[in-house]
Structure formats: C-alpha cells, structure tokens
C-alpha cells in the first residue's frame, strides 16, 4: 500500500500501484514519502517456509551476476521509474555524503517505557542490520567506503518521562507532527536541507539527522512497516522483541527500500523464489537482492559521477 501526500509530487506509480523509484520534487516533510506496508505474506510468516539456511554471498567487484539471477535481475530493471535517479536522498546518497557515518533519530510513537539497556541495544540492532546491506557492496565497482558506523543521537517522545535512565547524549524531542505523532526536529534532518545547510539546526552539524526509526503502537501485532529513505515505521513489539536476533528480517526488508530497492508483491523474477525484497519469502539479505544493490549503485554512480 502506498499513500501519497498532497505536499509530495512524484513520478510516475509503477506497476500495480508500487512505487518504483519515485522521484520527490518538493521535501517539506519528513513523513510518509512513498508509505509501503509489507503484504499479508510479511505478517503471517507461516505462509512462506522459512528461508533456513543459504551460501554466503559471494563478493564482487564487478557486474558479475550468476546466469540464474541474470533474467531475473533484467526484469526488476524493467520496473524501475529511472526518474528515481534524480532523488538524492538515497541511502548510498546519505553514506557518500556523510562518509559511512549516519544519525538516527527514534519517534517513539507508543506508550512503552524506554530503558537505558533498550536503547544500547537499538544502536547495536541498526548497526548490525545495515552492515549486512553494506558488505554488500564493499569493494565493489569503485564503491569507496569500508565502514559504516550507525550512531543514535536523538528520541522523539510525548513525555520525557518514558525514557528511563540516563539519556547522556541524545537530543530529547517533544513536539508532534500534524498526526500528533512524536516528532524530531526537522531543521536538523539532512534529507529536508540537501544543500548542506543545517545552520538552523540547534547546535549545528553535530545534531543532524539522516533518518529516522519510527516504532508506533498503530503498527503493534503486525508483521509488517513501513519504509523509505526516510527511514523505517516498525511496530514496538516486533522490534524491541528482535533487538538480539541475527536477522531483523521486515527491519532488514525497509532498509532495503531506504537504498532504493522494489518491493515484490504481484511479480516474481524469473528463476528466484526467496529474497528478502519479496516480502516473507525469506528472513535474511539473499544473493539476489545484494545483486539487485549493486545494480542500483553502479546506475546511481553513472549518474552521481562517484
């Protein structure tokens, strides 16, 4: 499901209504742009059998796909809106720019108490799951950068009182948005400011923002979110129920979409059955999604001149 908002105008809808790539033309919100919510296979993970175990991934420095994905990969090309090239927010956008560095802020949309041990953990559950997506393009047709480091430099909350412990270090952000929604503050998000200007940002560069993890009580008992290069909408349970599992797999499937990857609910590519771009058929980044990654870097360094 994708919704749309009247501030926002994208390019045009792929097939069967999915977003593919779309272009953002006017950035005056952080909220909802390209809102995608993981289908009925994401939510019941029993409709699928579990992807229980795959080869590494092979790393590789050129565009070298296996035959078997080669059809598959020509396809998912087929579906992408090229005008998604223009946007320049993308994950890999946010990783070039801020050299493998990237801010995090938490909309702790939900009535749940936050302990000083949760939020330690959070940190530790970002930087794992982006480091599966990154490996992927280490060393890779001229990608230049070998470390990613995720850090958590501010919480969005109603009530301060539902953070407990200390919270040393972090920006503490009270303000909704207009759905009442915890929100954080928007002169310091680097996605509303891509000309590099974050002097109205309180307390300079050092308090940006690259994105945000939004963990909203709407989405509570729902194997499902939302996600972007905004970010990712989860529900509180799932997440903070996963912070110590190996493979947050639907946190792992909005990232996804954060680098600028499909989602794949009324197609399959041919020859694939399993990846974590198609919702609940597997638990964990596959082989023919870290080809579909390297494929949209070496299109976004064409254009980027990286």
Not at 40 to 59: F, W
Not at 216 to 224: I, N, R, S, V
Request: hydrophobic fraction near 35%; include cysteine; glycine fraction near 10%.
């Amino acid at each position: 499901m994708v919704r749309l908002d009247a501030a926002l105008a994208f390019s045009a809808l792929g097939l069967g209504g999915v977003l593919a790539h779309p272009t953002i033309k006017h950035l005056d919100t952080i909220k909802h742009i390209d809102r995608r919510v993981c289908n009925l296979e994401e939510r019941n993970p029993l409709v699928h059998k579990p992807l229980t175990s795959r080869a590494t991934i092979p790393k590789a420095t050129t565009w070298d796909p296996p035959a078997s994905m080669v059809t598959g990969l020509d396809q998912q090309t087929m579906k992408e809106n090229p005008d998604g090239l223009k946007d320049l927010n993308w994950i890999t956008d946010q990783l070039m720019v801020n050299k493998g560095n990237i801010n995090y802020c938490i909309r702790w949309a939900n009535e749940r108490k936050s302990t000083e041990a949760a939020r330690a953990a959070t940190v530790k559950a970002l930087q794992r799951s982006w480091q599966k997506w990154f490996d992927v393009l280490v060393g890779y047709d001229g990608f230049p950068l070998t470390e990613v480091k995720i850090n958590v430099n501010g919480y969005g909350v109603k009530d301060k009182s539902l953070l407990e412990g200390s919270t040393a270090g972090l920006n503490i952000y009270t303000d909704v948005d207009s759905d009442g929604v915890p929100n954080c503050d928007t002169r310091c998000y680097r996605g509303a400011h891509l000309d590099g200007d974050l002097s109205g940002c309180p307390g300079g560069e050092q308090n940006r923002y690259d994105i945000y993890l939004q963990l909203d009580k709407k989405l509570e008992g729902q194997f499902g979110g939302f996600g972007y290069n905004w970010g990712e909408e989860l529900g509180p349970d799932y997440f903070l129920d996963n912070l110590e599992t190996e493979n947050i797999h639907i946190l792992l499937h909005e990232i996804g979409h954060g680098f600028g990857l499909l989602d794949f609910y009324d197609w399959v590519p041919e020859g694939q059955t399993s990846f974590v771009m198609m919702a609940g058929s597997a638990t964990e980044i596959t082989e023919f999604d870290a080809w579909m990654l390297r494929d949209w870097w070496r299109k976004l360094k064409a254009v980027r001149g990286w």
